[in-house]
T-cell receptor, first 116, second 111 residues
């Protein structure tokens, strides 16, 4: 039981390049989330998916797209990377369908992304 | 504008003593509060939570206190152990809505 896995662990991009961050969970959870964490900042929600087939914007969605490929997988795409997107990206999942604050969120280990 | 504030970026506490981490919030609609713990190079893990209908919740060495009138919560760790050295994020949420995280407090447990 791996929990929440993320690939890659590290990535360096040049400005303007695109890439997709992958996330998968094996807990049969309904909701999935993408956060970013910048130095001296808390976790900020980028996008979330309250159930398979639905996605919604979070606090900082600009410059990102997401796909809820199936119940297990939720990917985050940067179409044209910018230095401001240098950050650590965390994927999380929770059991309930629909955002419920009382549902514990389980986080992956993160992807450290640097955009030059 | 920060809705969840952790004003102490870091805190050092002697092993065996009490660690107290503080958190303030501004949104009166928040009714559920959480603490997450994060080690370097790992994702955050849930530690403890409290609903607004309570003023205290205890789980082993960890106790969270909520003062609604002051819009303040605190996490007490007693006794502090070396493995408690980590970054602690306070988080809050309105009912059935997204969680908002504070900036975190780095706790150092000194031998």
């Amino acid at each position: 039981n791996a929990g929440v896995t993320q690939t890659p662990k590290f990535q360096v991009l040049k400005t303007g390049q695109s890439m997709t961050l992958q996330c998968a969970q094996d807990m049969n959870h309904n909701s999935m989330y993408w956060y970013r964490q910048d130095p001296g900042m808390g976790l900020r929600l980028i996008y979330y998916s309250a159930s398979e087939g639905t996605t919604d914007k979070g606090e900082v969605p600009n410059g990102y797209n997401v796909s809820r490929l199936n119940k297990r997988e939720f990917s985050l795409r940067l179409e044209s990377a910018a230095p401001s997107q240098t950050s650590v990206y965390f994927c999380a999942s929770s059991e309930g369908a629909g955002v419920r604050s009382t549902d514990t969120q389980y986080f992956g280990p993160g992807t450290r992304l640097t955009v030059l | 504008d920060q809705q969840v504030k952790q004003n102490s970026p870091s805190l050092s506490v002697q092993e065996g003593r009490i660690s107290i981490l503080n958190c303030d919030y501004t949104n009166s609609m928040f009714d559920y509060f959480l603490w997450y713990k994060k080690y370097p190079a790992e994702g955050p893990t849930f530690l403890i939570s409290i609903s607004s209908i309570k003023d205290k919740n205890e789980d082993g060495r960890f106790t969270v206190f909520l003062n609604k009138s002051a819009k303040h919560l605190s996490l007490h760790i007693v006794p502090s152990q070396p493995g408690d050295s980590a970054v602690y994020f306070c988080a809050a949420s309105p009912r059935d809505d997204k969680i908002i995280f504070g900036k975190g407090t780095r706790l150092h447990i000194l031998p």
